[in-house]
């Protein structure tokens, strides 16, 4: 069983920064890419960050230049540095990993953390 643990949401005022982390455990051959969504209230959750297993990573417009992404392959976590928040940041934010296990090398398998909620405040 695959558990990603997510920690690091928080209050904070506009222009503030925080640095989101999440960590996967449990019989994980490898992972694939790593990265964030968010949902806040009565939209769609959208894609934040992405970061392959190489290290390439993707940005929505919206948070680019504000934003890192980076991860720690053998510890099988993922961050998201976040700077210069802004009041439409305000959402949860959910990790998520593509993990292949040892018994089926060839398939990816897509699992989400429980959401860590971050609030900005004008």
């Known amino acids: 069983q695959v558990q990603l643990v997510e920690s690091g949401g928080d209050l904070v005022q506009a222009g503030g920064s925080l640095r989101l982390s999440c960590a996967a455990s449990g019989s994980i051959f490898s992972i694939n890419d790593m990265g964030w969504y968010r949902q806040a209230p009565g939209k769609q959750r959208e894609l934040v960050a992405g970061?392959?297993?190489?290290?390439?990573?993707k940005f929505a417009d919206s948070v680019k230049g504000r934003f890192t992404i980076s991860r720690d392959n053998a510890k099988n976590t993922v961050y998201l540095q976040m700077n210069n928040l802004k009041p439409e940041d305000t959402a949860v934010y959910y990790c998520?990993?593509?993990?292949?296990?040892?018994?089926?090398?060839?398939?990816?398998?897509?699992?989400w953390g429980q959401g860590t909620q971050v609030t900005v405040s004008s």
């Open positions: 998520y990993a593509q993990i292949r296990f040892s018994w089926a090398p060839n398939n990816l398998h897509n699992y």
């Open positions: 970061i392959s297993s190489g290290g390439t990573t």
